[in-house]
């Protein structure tokens, strides 16, 4: 909820001033999710309905999730089925198609949504919009997942200004102007105090658990933490590290 309205907020001010937005995301989970408060802020007239732009694998993730609707959460599917109304369907998300289409789209002053991948921003076509728009301060560039270290989306959430890219093989220097803000709480993985609930739920409980996925020192301190808390054998590996397991 929280992160709806943020994301609520966020697209409210961007909209107010006429500008664009760009959503990097990853094409399962995280795009759907995007897509459902958007809808719902939409139909709610909450923000002004303007066309949002899946670009990337997004529609052919978001079609599995219409052609099997039983699967979704029981509010969808009460939706879905009693409601006759489902949201994955809505005449506000256009598919992006074509390079002529993202072009076209990219080149259009007029107010819109893109969501598009890749989530980390290392490539893919979200970086063509991002390249139209980043020298437009009424613009925005929203982060819904996490940036991990070394990415393009981790640089830019550091802040910095001068992006340089690869335009038809020459090296060019992006000026970043416009609003970037981070959008937590879509994240599809467990945090630090679920991943501890569920050690502590687990019986019997394990003789060792290894930590990966994940910043070096965060792996560290929740082996650390587990290891305190539960007296568990903990792991957090190296990368290229190699553990025998007997």
């Known amino acids: 909820h929280e992160a709806s309205a943020q994301l609520r907020e966020t697209l409210t001010r961007t909209l107010a001033r006429k500008g664009r937005i760009i959503i990097p995301v990853f094409a399962v989970g995280r795009s759907q999710e995007v897509m459902l408060v958007i809808e719902d ?5 909450q923000i002004p309905e303007v066309p949002v732009y899946l670009d990337g694998m997004i529609f052919e993730a978001t079609a599995i999730h219409t052609a099997y609707p039983e699967y979704l959460n029981s509010s969808l599917r009460t939706q879905i ?3 006759g109304e489902n949201p994955f369907l809505s005449k506000i998300f256009k598919r992006v198609d074509s390079q002529e289409m993202r072009q076209r789209i990219a080149g259009d002053p007029d107010p819109c949504i893109v969501l598009a991948t890749a989530g980390m921003m290392n490539g893919g076509p979200v970086m063509e919009y991002f390249k139209s728009w980043a020298s437009d301060p009424a613009s925005s560039l929203i982060f819904v997942g996490y940036q991990a270290e070394g990415t393009m989306g981790r640089k830019i959430q550091r802040g910095w200004k001068s992006i340089p890219m690869n335009e038809r093989g020459n090296q060019i220097t992006v000026e970043v102007k ?6 937590d709480g ?11 609930n569920y050690v502590d739920n687990l019986d ?3 003789e060792r658990i290894i930590i990966g996925h994940g910043e070096e020192f965060k792996c560290a ?3 650390s933490s587990i290891y305190k808390k539960f007296g568990i054998e903990t792991r957090a590996p190296m990368n290229l590290e190699t ?4």
């Open 178 to 183: 416009l609003n970037i803000e981070t959008c």
């Open 41 to 45: 802020l939409m139909r709610a007239e």
């Open 204 to 206: 019997p409980k394990p």
């Open 81 to 83: 089925f009693q409601m």
């Open 221 to 223: 301190d929740l082996a």
């Open 186 to 196: 879509f994240s599809g993985h467990s945090d630090r105090m679920q991943l501890m």
């Open 243 to 246: 553990i025998r397991l007997k």
